[in-house]
């Protein structure tokens, strides 16, 4: 597999937020009930790939979403709210498998934007 099919099949994945799709890779495993909950926690969900690159097995991407707040997430209530989450995420691909993943949320900007957490940050 190259470099570009190994970053299209982590692209095409992060873009759609399949859980269908994810169950299919065992490195994603963990995942499951998180896209799950974004999944009815978020609504008119656009999504972007500022950047990616490959290097050997890892396929490293910056995800930003924009999505609406529109049903129960972590405890908060619906806020109607449009936020804008960051995401990095690095992806080993093995033979068209995704068998590794690790992730890192701005958690901490995205629990502002939903007025559950105060902070001096913008």
Not at 63 to 90: C, D, S, W
Request: hydrophobic content about 40%; overall charge negative; aromatic content about 6%.
């Amino acid at each position: 597999m190259t470099n570009e099919e190994k970053m299209t099949l982590v692209k095409e994945l992060i873009l759609s937020r399949n859980v269908e799709v994810a169950r299919q890779h065992p490195g994603l495993a963990e995942e499951i009930p998180m896209l799950e909950m974004l999944a009815t926690a978020f609504s008119d969900v656009e999504s972007e790939i500022p950047l990616q690159f490959c290097d050997g097995d890892w396929v490293a991407t910056q995800a930003i979403y924009h999505q609406t707040h529109t049903g129960t997430f972590m405890g908060i209530p619906a806020t109607n709210k449009r936020i804008k989450t960051e995401v990095l995420m690095f992806h080993r691909v093995v033979d068209g498998v995704i068998v590794q993943q690790h992730s890192q949320a701005n958690s901490a900007e995205m629990m502002r934007e939903l007025g559950a957490l105060q902070g001096p940050w913008h």
